[in-house]
Nanobody, 126 residues
């Protein structure tokens, strides 16, 4: 089992940047694919970005392509989400998620991730 703790959320003006971090417990982080999801009030949870266990493959929502970058440091048991050119519509609670994988497959559905952090609020003002 892995425990996930996010940090780095906050309030930023439109056009600004934030970097979210998700620290994982345990010694098997490198066997987990990781994802970032977000949920805005009144909306369903959606994938933002995901990364394979070795970091070699990634997936992004169309709405964030070219603005957000997911990365991971397996030596530090941490996955990151660099968010640039933020827009008010990016406002949401962002949560990281992890799922054990036996290949470099990149899961994109929330039900493929059994482990979740508590989430961190990102608010983008116009």
């Amino acid at each position: 089992q892995v425990q996930l703790v996010e940090s780095g959320g906050g309030l930023v003006q439109a056009g600004g940047s934030l970097r979210l971090s998700c620290a994982a417990s345990g010694r098997t982080f490198s066997t987990y694919a990781m994802g970032w999801f977000r949920q805005a009030p009144g909306k369903e949870r959606e994938l933002v970005a995901a990364i394979s266990r070795n970091g070699g493959s990634t997936a992004y929502a169309d709405s964030v392509k070219g603005r957000f970058t997911i990365s991971r440091d397996n030596a530090k048991n941490t996955v990151y989400l660099q968010m640039n050119s933020l827009k008010p519509e990016d406002t949401a609670v962002y949560a990281c998620a992890g799922g054990l994988q036996y290949s470099n497959y990149v899961p994109t559905r929330s039900n493929e991730y059994p482990y979740w952090g508590q989430g961190t609020q990102v608010t983008v003002s116009s």
